[in-house]
Antibody
Framework: EVQLVESGGGLVKPGGSLRLSCVAS????????MNWVRQSPGKGLEWVSS????????YYADSVKGRFTISRDNVNNSLFLQMDSLRADDTAVYFC??????????????WGQGTLVTVSS | SYELTQPLSVSVALGQTATITCGGH??????VQWYQQKPGQAPVLVIY???NRPSGIPDQFSGSNSGKTATLNISRVQVGDEADYYC?????????FGGGTKLTVL
């Protein structure tokens, strides 16, 4: 089955750190750019970060730049998000998302179910 | 930063056509994607590159994009189409989402 499964969410105090993981299955993970997208409770979608197939190109939203680090392990079909210096406004469900491309961008075509990160004292 | 503006809510009668707009500076020059999100679920891609449907998405869903506005049309609306809809573009390798539109079926 083609799927993405996130883990690593939980409750953390402001200023703390958390590492999210996402394991891909059912497709050739190494051929896809991967992303993290988050959604604060009751709010809209916010793109967080992307990483290209061989980790050459990495981008971050301004809101997380310098605090979050995206990485991937193509051998183990895994995507990661290291989150440091966490703030209350980082509280959100974090989705692992596949980005498809064929003769042009095809959008975020596969989403995990998300993992909840709560930053609170 | 690139701003995308969507109406907070759109209401449509059962069986009619819903139109959801997404405004942005020269958005007609960008590729626009649309996502459907039902409560408690992950988003689902329904339109990519302005007017293309992924495999498995019914032809109820169509899109257009020109000038300052991209549009998602949902024809023959059913209760099951009630959801939040988000537009999305890329700008300088950064992805931006609209604020989302809640579609209500009357």
């Amino acid at each position: 089955e083609v799927q993405l499964v996130e883990s690593g969410g939980g409750l953390v105090k402001p200023g703390g750190s958390l590492r999210l993981s996402c394991v891909a299955s059912g497709f050739t993970f190494s051929r896809y750019t991967m992303n993290w997208v988050r959604q604060s409770p009751g709010k809209g979608l916010e793109w967080v970060s992307s990483i290209s197939t061989s980790s050459t190109y990495i981008y971050y939203a301004d809101s997380v730049k310098g605090r979050f680090t995206i990485s991937r392990d193509n051998v183990n079909n895994s995507l990661f998000l290291q989150m440091d210096s966490l703030r209350a406004d980082d509280t959100a469900v974090y989705f692992c998302v596949r980005e498809s491309y064929s003769s042009g961008p095809k959008g975020f075509d596969l989403w995990g179910q998300g993992t909840l990160v709560t930053v609170s004292s | 930063s690139y701003e995308l503006t969507q109406p907070l809510s759109v209401s449509v009668a059962l069986g009619q056509t819903a139109t959801i707009t997404c405004g942005g500076h020269n958005i007609g020059n960008k590729n626009v994607q649309w996502y459907q999100q039902k409560p408690g679920q992950a988003p689902v891609l329904v339109i990519y590159r302005d007017n293309n449907r992924p495999s498995g998405i019914p032809d109820q869903f169509s899109g257009s994009n020109s000038g300052k506005t991209a549009t998602l049309n949902i024809s023959r609306v059913q209760v099951g189409d009630e959801a939040d809809y988000y537009c999305q573009v890329w700008d300088n390798s950064i992805a931006f989402f609209g604020g989302g539109t809640k579609l209500t079926v009357l």
